[in-house]
């Protein structure tokens, strides 16, 4: 299983993705359901904004300190018995697990859902190397069975509709009857429960991410619903969890001052189902758990994050509100933009992974409405951010032609206000007069980007400057 | 050079810094000692009534059921009554917790109650939870003999008692605790925060329980036996 990056081709994507129907109508569960169930949980929590602040604060502190962090991290979890390795690259990072694996022998691998493994491809990976992972998190075991990368980040699967699903199922289990009854979710998810339990209780190995590290305590901590997340890191012999080097948090109460806005931001819970604090492997009386336990803490282009304009994005708790309230992502859904992170924070995130050449469409994709940073719950500027994408796009000279001398064009104009009025006031009036009858136009001559998809409203013979003079607010 | 020389070189090199400033160990070194607590909800600073009846609610708001028993004496009872009202078998798995050892099981005598971890085979478990936060109904559950993990997420129906003095208004005062009885640097293999049965909503958003863990989650809160280690958390 190979994914290939198609975030160049953002705009095919799109335009493929507005024309879905079946598409479209998931789109729509998550358009008019998750913004109410984050407004409903917050309302419920009077300190929400003040943990947002917070929250912020803590990424902000430990990212200033670290080097110190990871390093207390790796000295404590190390005295507990866990395993601590560093990967500078995706590559390296599945090497290490995939060399784990071998060692044991691991004929079963259960995974966890994880964004990090996604970004390192590491599924595809250990394919080539010969081993069989399996995806117990249920959207992200339906989207595996599909080839497909995930199309959110906390939902995996929610582009797809129940019939779709189902299909894939009728297709990959083979060994059930045929005639069996699955026009319920519900019998869905039965069946990928009896299906994946089986998996659980052979795996050698698991897998799984990690949503906080604590350094105080040497431990990794995992959020999840289903909790698969706990069956993949305790019933294996071997338990390895692989995180980016930002998941570092102080302690115990900086983990809890996330986990309450983590829920709250992602799925309108006020909290998961389970977050469960690993610390190292089993203990001599433990009569459950795995007794290796392995860290795999990757950098994979974060540290050259950490220097430049983009150290704010390194806050990111991977929450998903920021998809759910964008405008965008409503329209095209995460497929469209090509590779592992989608919506705003996948429009910054992704350049700074695979490049601004090749991501150069994403920071674009966005009408600067602000509803991601109004939500985020670390406090991330992302519109900022993604004008800081188009600044160095421009720079670098990666934007179109036309739209460069465009901006020159106008910018020439911009800084001689006298020529600027003097070209714009006859051109409203033209315009003006020729749209009079219609109030708006259907086609224009050099808009056509604009009036392909929509009408122009006709101007009404005054420029915005004359408006504003003539009612004395020079 | 290691990668993880790399990677700490890369980081040095991002922030400007040598990682030997002294005051910069000694901001990590404080802050982790001091462990501040950031923003606590108001919601669950209570008294111990209002606090409980908060936990309980909290719970039943994520489809978990509660129920309150006088004294551990009663436990056996409640638990085949529930097991009877749901029609399944009187058989359920434990581990070798001393509160649940101390139950008189032997008034149920149909009441089957095997003690340790569990494969998979077992449809009824039954932990006593370290401690509990009120504000949004979340069990604390720790690893080990007395309360072996598999239980909390194997078995299909999950027994959790809990202790009244136990309950905490908040997340911090639960985790402060363990700091305490541990340290910091000797937690559990697992500490499972848990709050309701397992679900998802990753088929069309449609919340349905029981997707690798249990489906039902029932909380039993034991009246009167002060028979947790008492103020042990500093609610």
Same mark, same amino acid.
């Given at each position: 299983?190979?994914?290939?990056?198609?975030?160049?081709?953002?705009?095919?994507?799109?335009?493929?993705?507005?024309?879905?129907?079946?598409?479209?109508?998931?789109?729509?569960?998550?358009?008019?359901?998750?913004?109410?169930?984050?407004?409903?949980?917050?309302?419920?929590?009077?300190?929400?904004?003040?943990?947002?602040?917070?929250?912020?604060?803590?990424?902000?502190?430990?990212?200033?300190?670290?080097?110190?962090?990871?390093?207390?991290?790796?000295?404590?979890?190390?005295?507990?018995?866990?395993?601590?390795?560093?990967?500078?690259?995706?590559?390296?990072?599945?090497?290490?697990?995939?060399?784990?694996?071998?060692?044991?022998?691991?004929?079963?691998?259960?995974?966890?859902?994880?964004?990090?493994?996604?970004?390192?491809?590491?599924?595809?990976?250990?394919?080539?190397?010969?081993?069989?992972?399996?995806?117990?998190?249920?959207?992200?075991?339906?989207?595996?069975?599909?080839?497909?990368?995930?199309?959110?980040?906390?939902?995996?699967?929610?582009?797809?509709?129940?019939?779709?699903?189902?299909?894939?199922?009728?297709?990959?289990?083979?060994?059930?009857?045929?005639?069996?009854?699955?026009?319920?979710?519900?019998?869905?998810?039965?069946?990928?429960?009896?299906?994946?339990?089986?998996?659980?209780?052979?795996?050698?190995?698991?897998?799984?991410?990690?949503?906080?590290?604590?350094?105080?305590?040497?431990?990794?901590?995992?959020?999840?619903?289903?909790?698969?997340?706990?069956?993949?890191?305790?019933?294996?012999?071997?338990?390895?969890?692989?995180?980016?080097?930002?998941?570092?948090?102080?302690?115990?109460?900086?983990?809890?001052?996330?986990?309450?806005?983590?829920?709250?931001?992602?799925?309108?819970?006020?909290?998961?189902?389970?977050?469960?604090?690993?610390?190292?492997?089993?203990?001599?009386?433990?009569?459950?758990?795995?007794?290796?336990?392995?860290?795999?803490?990757?950098?994979?282009?974060?540290?050259?994050?950490?220097?430049?304009?983009?150290?704010?994005?390194?806050?990111?708790?991977?929450?998903?509100?920021?998809?759910?309230?964008?405008?965008?992502?409503?329209?095209?859904?995460?497929?469209?933009?090509?590779?592992?992170?989608?919506?705003?924070?996948?429009?910054?995130?992704?350049?700074?992974?695979?490049?601004?050449?090749?991501?150069?469409?994403?920071?674009?994709?966005?009408?600067?409405?602000?509803?991601?940073?109004?939500?985020?719950?670390?406090?991330?500027?992302?519109?900022?951010?993604?004008?800081?994408?188009?600044?160095?796009?421009?720079?670098?000279?990666?934007?179109?032609?036309?739209?460069?001398?465009?901006?020159?064009?106008?910018?020439?104009?911009?800084?001689?206000?006298?020529?600027?009025?003097?070209?714009?006031?006859?051109?409203?009036?033209?315009?003006?007069?020729?749209?009079?009858?219609?109030?708006?136009?259907?086609?224009?001559?050099?808009?056509?980007?604009?009036?392909?998809?929509?009408?122009?409203?006709?101007?009404?013979?005054?420029?915005?400057?004359?408006?504003?003079?003539?009612?004395?607010?020079? | 050079?290691?990668?993880?020389?790399? +990677?700490?070189?890369?980081?040095?090199?991002?922030?400007?810094?040598?990682?030997?400033?002294?005051?910069?160990?000694?901001?990590?070194?404080?802050?982790?000692?001091?462990?501040?607590?950031?923003?606590?909800?108001?919601?669950?600073?209570?008294?111990?009534?209002?606090?409980?009846?908060?936990?309980?609610?909290?719970?039943?708001?994520?489809?978990?059921?509660?129920?309150?028993?006088?004294?551990?004496?009663?436990?056996?009872?409640?638990?085949?009554?529930?097991?009877?009202?749901?029609?399944?078998?009187?058989?359920?798995?434990?581990?070798?917790?001393?509160?649940?050892?101390?139950?008189?099981?032997?008034?149920?005598?149909?009441?089957?109650?095997?003690?340790?971890?569990?494969?998979?085979?077992?449809?009824?478990?039954?932990?006593?939870?370290?401690?509990?936060?009120?504000?949004?109904?979340?069990?604390?559950?720790?690893?080990?003999?007395?309360?072996?993990?598999?239980?909390?997420?194997?078995?299909?129906?999950?027994?959790?008692?809990?202790?009244?003095?136990? +309950?905490?208004?908040?997340?911090?005062?639960?985790?402060?605790?363990?700091?305490?009885?541990?340290?910091?640097?000797?937690?559990?293999?697992?500490?499972?925060?848990?709050?309701?049965?397992?679900?998802?909503?990753?088929?069309?958003?449609?919340?349905?329980?029981?997707?690798?863990?249990?489906?039902?989650?029932?909380?039993?809160?034991?009246?009167?036996?002060?028979?947790?280690?008492?103020?042990?958390?500093?609610?």
């Amino acid at each position: 299983m190979t994914h290939h990056t198609t975030s160049p081709r953002f705009k095919d994507n799109a335009k493929a993705a507005l024309v879905d129907p079946e598409l479209q109508k998931a789109l729509h569960f998550v358009e008019t359901n998750f913004p109410q169930r984050r407004r409903n949980v917050a309302d419920m929590l009077p300190e929400f904004d003040a943990l947002r602040d917070a929250a912020r604060d803590i990424k902000n502190h430990t990212l200033s300190f670290l080097d110190l962090y990871l390093e207390t991290f790796e000295t404590r979890a190390t005295a507990r018995g866990s395993q601590v390795h560093f990967a500078v690259t995706a590559e390296e990072a599945n090497r290490i697990v995939a060399d784990i694996c071998r060692t044991h022998g691991a004929k079963t691998i259960t995974k966890g859902k994880s964004m990090v493994g996604e970004e390192t491809g590491l599924n595809a990976f250990l394919e080539a190397n010969g081993f069989a992972p399996v995806e117990t998190d249920l959207g992200e075991y339906i989207i595996q069975i599909r080839h497909e990368l995930p199309s959110h980040i906390i939902m995996p699967a929610v582009h797809l509709r129940k019939a779709q699903i189902e299909a894939d199922f009728r297709r990959v289990h083979k060994d059930l009857p045929k005639e069996r009854n699955l026009d319920e979710p519900a019998a869905l998810l039965a069946e990928a429960r009896a299906t994946l339990r089986a998996k659980f209780l052979a795996a050698d190995v698991g897998i799984t991410g990690a949503n906080f590290l604590i350094a105080e305590t040497g431990s990794a901590v995992i959020v999840t619903n289903e909790g698969n997340g706990d069956l993949t890191a305790t019933l294996p012999k071997v338990h390895i969890v692989l995180a980016s080097i930002e998941k570092i948090v102080p302690s115990l109460e900086d983990m809890a001052q996330l986990m309450r806005v983590l829920a709250r931001s992602a799925t309108g819970q006020e909290m998961s189902v389970y977050t469960t604090i690993f610390t190292g492997p089993r203990r001599p009386d433990d009569p459950d758990g795995p007794v290796e336990h392995h860290i795999v803490i990757v950098d994979n282009g974060r540290t050259a994050m950490l220097a430049g304009k983009f150290r704010d994005m390194l806050r990111c708790i991977r929450c998903g509100a920021c998809l759910n309230h964008c405008p965008v992502y409503h329209a095209v859904g995460g497929h469209a933009y090509g590779w592992v992170y989608p919506g705003p924070m996948g429009a910054v995130l992704t350049p700074s992974l695979i490049g601004i050449d090749k991501a150069g469409h994403l920071p674009n994709a966005s009408t600067f409405c602000g509803r991601c940073e109004e939500v985020c719950p670390v406090r991330i500027p992302l519109p900022r951010l993604m004008r800081f994408w188009r600044e160095r796009e421009f720079e670098r000279r990666l934007s179109p032609t036309v739209q460069r001398t465009g901006l020159k064009l106008w910018a020439f104009f911009a800084k001689r206000p006298r020529l600027y009025r003097l070209a714009t006031a006859p051109a409203m009036q033209v315009l003006a007069w020729f749209g009079r009858k219609q109030g708006r136009f259907r086609f224009l001559p050099l808009a056509t980007g604009w009036t392909k998809h929509r009408d122009l409203p006709a101007p009404q013979g005054k420029t915005f400057q004359e408006q504003w003079r003539e009612r004395g607010r020079p | 050079m290691t990668a993880r020389d790399l +990677v700490f070189g890369s980081i040095r090199r991002a922030l400007g810094v040598t990682g030997l400033e002294e005051p910069r160990r000694k901001a990590v070194q404080d802050r982790l000692r001091d462990h501040p607590r950031g923003v606590i909800p108001k919601r669950g600073q209570l008294g111990a009534e209002e606090r409980i009846a908060l936990f309980l609610a909290k719970i039943e708001a994520v489809s978990g059921t509660t129920q309150r028993i006088a004294s551990l004496d009663d436990l056996p009872a409640a638990v085949a009554e529930y097991l009877r009202a749901h029609n399944l078998p009187l058989v359920l798995k434990r581990g070798a917790d001393p509160v649940l050892a101390a139950a008189p099981w032997e008034r149920e005598p149909a009441l089957t109650v095997a003690v340790g971890a569990t494969g998979g085979d077992d449809l009824v478990a039954m932990s006593h939870a370290y401690g509990a936060a009120a504000e949004t109904g979340t069990l604390v559950l720790l690893s080990g003999p007395n309360n072996p993990t598999t239980l909390n997420f194997l078995p299909d129906n999950h027994i959790v008692v809990v202790a009244p003095d136990t +309950v905490a208004g908040d997340y911090e005062s639960v985790l402060a605790a363990l700091r305490d009885k541990f340290g910091a640097e000797g937690l559990p293999r697992a500490v499972n925060l848990v709050t309701g049965p397992s679900r998802s909503a990753d088929i069309e958003q449609t919340l349905i329980l029981g997707a690798h863990g249990p489906r039902r989650l029932h909380v039993i809160l034991v009246e009167g036996a002060p028979f947790s280690e008492k103020g042990r958390v500093n609610a």
